[in-house]
């Protein structure tokens, strides 16, 4: 196949393109930016699961706080009502010796049950303080989180548009190459990543590979307008500077 040297020309260009736009995509897969919304998208989930234990060990300690003021009500009416039987004089000597040591039960009890009380309120305290810290730290991961969400989507909608500036230049150079060219390009491109390199010297710029003597040879020897290919890679070899041996 042959190429006029203006084709070739185009042809690196048109290589050229191609390095930048596969530089950009690996650009944006692989984004600082991004990394940093996923990091702290991390911490942000991670203070929501914080969170969500806490509401849940506070439901827990709220009813055993419900269940104990209700035990604690219920030894003080016995209370009540024992006392009122003893101010009413009118039980008998066993019967008073019976509420007296009833009321010294109730009594341990009401402690025992305000000791325990006095626990779990403690620990609804802690919990409590527990849920304002990491609900404050939510907020300032949801301000990290926003920021860091616009920060990508600058830095992506930047890599659009350089992508979309290369591609123009691309599809304007690829309508001005001979067809045939142009599918051995693209061919070649699709199979290695490379469609087309600069001689360098005696190494290919595609496959970074160095020719022989003989290839070099073999090479220089070929018209300026016959389309050459790297015996290693097939990338078509582009002679615009010349080929030293």
Do not use: W
């Not at 991961?141 to 926003?146: C, G, I, K, S, Y």
Request: glycine share 6%; proline share 2%; with cysteine.
């Amino acid at each position: 196949m042959k190429a006029e040297l203006a084709q070739q020309r185009s042809l690196l260009e048109l290589a050229e393109l191609d390095a930048e736009l596969a530089r950009l995509a690996h650009r944006a897969a692989n984004l600082p930016e991004q990394q940093t919304f996923e990091t702290v998208q991390t911490d942000h989930r991670e203070v929501g699961d914080r969170l969500a234990a806490l509401a849940i060990a506070l439901e827990d300690v709220d009813a055993q706080v419900a269940r104990f003021e209700t035990e604690i009500d219920g030894v003080r009416q016995r209370e009540d009502r024992d006392r009122k039987l003893l101010d009413s004089g009118t039980v008998s000597p066993k019967q008073l010796e019976e509420l007296q040591h009833e009321l010294e039960t109730l009594e341990r009890r009401q402690a025992s049950l305000e000791d325990s009380l006095l626990e779990v309120m403690e620990r609804v305290e802690q919990l409590t303080s527990d849920q304002s810290v990491e609900r404050a730290k939510a907020e300032a991961l949801q301000a990290d989180l926003t920021t860091a969400g616009h920060n990508r989507d600058e830095a992506l909608e930047e890599i659009e548009k350089q992508r979309g500036q290369r591609t123009a230049q691309r599809d304007g150079i690829l309508a001005g190459l001979d067809a045939g060219l142009a599918q051995l390009y693209e061919r070649q491109r699709a199979a290695s990543g490379v469609g087309a390199a600069r001689l360098l010297g005696r190494r290919c710029g595609a496959c970074r590979i160095e020719l022989d003597r003989g290839e070099l040879a073999r090479i220089s020897a070929t018209p300026e307008d016959e389309v050459v290919r790297c015996p290693e890679c097939q990338a078509i070899l582009l002679r615009l500077g010349g080929a030293s041996s």
